[in-house]
T-cell receptor
Framework: NAGVTQTPKFQVLKTGQSMTLQCAQD?????MSWYRQDPGMGLRLIHY???????DQGEVPNGYNVSRSTTEDFPLRLLSAAPSQTSVYFC????????????FGPGTRLTVT | AQSVTQPDIHITVSEGASLELRCNYS??????LFWYVQSPGQGLQLLLK??????LVQGIKGFEAEFKRSQSSFNLRKPSVHWSDAAEYFC?????????????FGTGTRLQVTL
């Protein structure tokens, strides 16, 4: 098992550019989520999904889109990057029936200039 | 809404000394509680979790935590710290019902270990 994988590890964008952060898991987990981590603020939930075709907003969803067409993949899209989106992004997944024990990917460090 | 407070931003301990990291939560029902550790440049790794039952839970790497309902606390402890324990530690609380399964994290405590 590769667990939760994220690509890319690092990315630099200019303001206004768009991009997609990739997240995949090979553990057949139903629940997947995206967090952003900023200094002094812990991790904040952006979007989550309880299964293929079902997504919902978290605490800080503005500026981000998600979709879940398969159980394995949960990409995060930045439509028009802003400097405020400079952060480290973590994807996580959780097995069905074991509430809240989430497994995290290694993260993507995004800088928007 | 639930919330988590980690009052110590940064703690320094000597190798071999004992450690206690504080975590207080605010939640109306019995919470699910977690401690995660993050080494520099890495993702988060689950140390231990509390769902119900015995209030003293054991985790990996020699860590333990005690759930105290009366104090709304879930402090993390280790009797003897190793230099490799230097990392950032996050306490988190999860919803107890439904399938949304959202976690709320504290702001983290950075642990420095001196030799």
């Amino acid at each position: 098992n590769a667990g939760v994988t994220q690509t890319p590890k690092f990315q630099v964008l200019k303001t206004g550019q768009s991009m997609t952060l990739q997240c995949a898991q090979d553990m057949n987990h139903e629940y997947m989520s995206w967090y952003r981590q900023d200094p002094g603020m812990g991790l904040r939930l952006i979007h989550y999904s309880v299964g293929a075709g079902i997504t919902d907003q978290g605490e800080v969803p503005n500026g981000y889109n998600v979709s879940r067409s398969t159980t394995e993949d949960f990409p995060l899209r930045l439509l028009s990057a802003a400097p405020s989106q400079t952060s480290v992004y973590f994807c996580a997944s959780r097995p069905t029936g074991r509430r809240n024990e989430q497994y995290f990917g290694p993260g993507t460090r995004l800088t928007v200039t | 809404a639930q919330s988590v407070t980690q009052p110590d931003i940064h703690i320094t301990v000597s190798e071999g000394a004992s450690l206690e990291l504080r975590c207080n939560y605010s939640y109306g029902a019995t919470p699910y509680l977690f401690w995660y550790v993050q080494s520099p440049g890495q993702g988060l790794q689950l140390l231990l979790k509390y769902f119900s039952g015995d209030t003293l839970v054991q985790g990996i790497k020699g860590f333990e935590a005690e759930f105290k309902r009366s104090q709304s606390s879930f402090n993390l402890r280790k009797p003897s710290v190793h230099w490799s324990d230097a990392a950032e530690y996050f306490c988190a609380v999860g919803l107890n019902t439904g399938t949304a399964s959202k976690l709320t994290f504290g702001t983290g405590t950075r642990l420095q270990v001196t030799l």
